[in-house]
């Protein structure tokens, strides 16, 4: 949201006021009704090779199909939507920096969830139908339920007042920067589920009976390096954000996208890790409803036993936990979604190319190697 209020407040023209006070009416309301809103950023898009107002079907990316006195009538839609079902308001921008024959294409606004023409159609998950088996064993991690949504728009009226951005592509780019900075910064989320997952592979070690072994021991240890160095660019862009025109802050950019860069890699090799310290039985171990059976639950009990003081169930249930983070539905938000999410690894790497200031670093070398300038 702060990225759309920077924006509204720097849009040089006639309407920039309006915009912005409409905004700071809509965040006002949030804030007093302590309300969930689903930042709306990623189109289908298409054809990727194609500008939004070049498409074949002019719907793949969000936009305006009709202008009202009171207000506009958008179609499209936005995907990937994390937490959408659980969201009461749904905040909308551009998903591409925008040219002048996109100008349809640029627009942000704020609506209901429950708005006219709104249809959230839920995305599928691996192991999904396991939380319908009545067996919370298999579920691994019955604390956590994530769910994405395509949300479609199908002629969904917007009135003026909640209409943010209309038609300024000039200012599109600024906005999906800005916007992917905050989101690009707040991966350090994954350093939490890294941090299950580290106690998760430690706990297996203890059960397997080899907490000891010097090769474990390394592998946690390069698994907490790497959370950590997550951890630890995500507070760096944190600590180097300055203050902009509208008066709140701006994380640093660059470091912002080397926090998102270090997620599209390390947890990969956390899970990996993980896999290895827990070792085959993660992913071939029966059943809840076989371990309870009473014609062959005793065989499950005897033969997946490790350390003789814990439990075969609880040997089970750490297995489950780690299936599910590397393999399972948690694993969407920990893992494609480390690699996708605000935006896939090459997006980071545009911005970091654009924001590392190259030119500096080659007058630093010169100055030290007493280059002349040419």
């Not at 912005?20 to 298409?46: C, I, S």
């Not at 006195?69 to 969201?87: L, M, P, Y």
């Not at 600590?239 to 912002?256: E, H, I, P, R, V």
Request: charged content about 25%.
């Amino acid at each position: 949201m702060n990225a759309v209020f920077s924006t509204t407040y720097e849009i040089d023209n006639k309407y920039s006021t309006k915009y912005h006070e409409r905004f700071v009416k809509f965040l006002k309301y949030v804030q007093e009704n302590d309300l969930v809103v689903d930042g709306a950023m990623t189109d289908p898009k298409g054809d990727r090779g194609k500008s939004p107002s070049a498409q074949d079907d002019p719907d793949l990316y969000l936009h305006v199909v009709e202008r009202r006195e009171d207000g506009i009538v958008v179609r499209g839609a936005k995907a990937h939507q994390t937490g959408a079902t659980n969201s009461h308001e749904i905040l909308v921008m551009p998903t591409v920096s925008m040219k002048p024959e996109d100008k349809d294409y640029s627009i942000s606004f704020a609506v209901p969830t429950d708005a006219p023409g709104i249809v959230m159609i839920i995305g599928r998950q691996s192991c999904d139908t396991r939380k319908l088996e009545d067996s919370p064993l298999d579920v691994g991690n019955l604390r956590y339920g994530g769910m994405e949504a395509l949300i479609v728009f199908d002629d969904v009226f917007i009135p003026n007042e909640r209409i943010f951005m209309d038609g300024e592509t000039e200012f599109s780019g600024m906005l999906v920067e800005r916007f992917a900075g905050y989101h690009r910064q707040s991966y350090a989320c994954k350093t939490g589920v890294g941090d299950v997952l580290i106690g998760a592979a430690a706990v297996a070690a203890d059960y397997n009976g080899v907490p000891k072994a010097s090769h474990i021991k390394d592998k946690l240890i390069e698994m907490n390096h790497l959370n950590e160095t997550i951890w630890s660019s995500a507070l760096a862009c944190s600590y180097s954000g300055w203050k902009t025109q509208s008066g709140n802050y701006m994380c640093d950019l660059l470091l912002a996208n080397v926090c998102k860069q270090n997620v599209t890699r390390f947890p990969y090799e956390i899970s990996r890790l993980a896999q290895d310290i827990a070792g085959g039985m993660m992913v071939t171990t029966p059943s809840e409803k076989d371990l309870r059976s009473e014609e062959v639950g005793k065989y499950v009990e005897k033969y997946l036993k490790g350390v003789s003081d814990v439990p075969t169930e609880d040997r089970i249930r750490i297995m489950r936990l780690i299936e599910n983070l590397c393999l399972g539905t948690a694993a969407v938000g920990y893992l494609t979604e480390s690699m996708h999410g605000a935006g896939s690894p090459q997006a980071q790497r545009i911005m970091i190319a654009r924001q590392s200031n190259m030119e500096e670093k080659k007058r630093f070398a010169k100055h030290i190697a007493m280059i002349k300038k040419a």
